[in-house]
T-cell receptor, first 112, second 113 residues
Framework: DAKTTQPNSMESNEEEPVHLPCNHSTISGTDYIHWYRQLPSQGPEYVIHGLTSNVNNRMASLAIAEDRKSSTLILHRATLRDAAVYYCILDSYGGSQGNLIFGKGTKLSVKP | DSGVTQTPKHLITATGQRVTLRCSPRSGDLSVYWYQQSLDQGLQFLIQYYNGEERAKGNILERFSAQQFPDLHSELNLSSLELGDSALYFC????????????FGSGTRLTVV
């Protein structure tokens, strides 16, 4: 199974941008890059996903390297509510495979 | 509210007992997935159902079983419970075609005493 590597933890100041990196050097051509986050005592929450091109949505932006071996989740203005564990996941075959492999993720702390 | 409903929210039971966790997927989603999250193991995929059929299996113990009913809700049955089964159990659903995101419920916290 394809694996991802993320820093264990990161800190950010409120209202500043946050760049959360993820390495996935063994990614295959059909792997989608998904990001989820989990707030304390809640289920994981979908943030964004992409295949090759950079993606934007109301929550975040996803920047994907040209060789697809790494990606960066960008939170444009961190708020206290963004403090969570962020997971970068490779999803083979999309929803039909059904096997999201969650690593340890990056614990993001946001300071006021 | 994510649209995925899990009941009950909390469950306390004794070792050796059997429990059933229930999940109602988001409206229109045909796939249901079950995950277990314990402190030392993180989020582990257990099993997936798609429109009533088992689609994929992960690290699910033989003491555990699941099914998806015609109305698409799913149940996870855990039997002969052990202390180590204490964990958060999450259900997720997704739309028919990839690569849509997965929507998770708020989980059932199971405590085995």
């Amino acid at each position: 199974d394809a694996k991802t590597t993320q820093p264990n933890s990161m800190e950010s100041n409120e209202e500043e941008p946050v760049h959360l990196p993820c390495n996935h050097s063994t990614i295959s051509g059909t792997d989608y890059i998904h990001w989820y986050r989990q707030l304390p005592s809640q289920g994981p929450e979908y943030v964004i996903h992409g295949l090759t091109s950079n993606v934007n949505n109301r929550m975040a932006s996803l920047a994907i390297a040209e060789d697809r071996k790494s990606s960066t989740l960008i939170l444009h203005r961190a708020t206290l509510r963004d403090a969570a564990v962020y997971y970068c996941i490779l999803d083979s075959y999309g929803g039909s495979q059904g096997n999201l492999i969650f690593g340890k993720g990056t614990k993001l702390s946001v300071k006021p | 509210d994510s649209g995925v409903t899990q009941t009950p929210k909390h469950l306390i039971t004794a070792t050796g007992q059997r429990v059933t966790l229930r999940c109602s997927p988001r409206s229109g989603d045909l796939s249901v997935y079950w995950y277990q999250q314990s402190l030392d193991q993180g989020l582990q995929f257990l099993i997936q159902y798609y429109n009533g059929e088992e689609r994929a299996k992960g690290n699910i113990l033989e003491r555990f079983s699941a099914q998806q009913f015609p109305d698409l809700h799913s149940e996870l049955n855990l039997s002969s419970l052990e202390l180590g089964d204490s964990a958060l159990y999450f259900c997720a659903s997704s739309a028919r075609d990839p690569p849509y995101g997965y929507t998770f419920g708020s989980g059932t916290r199971l405590t085995v005493v």
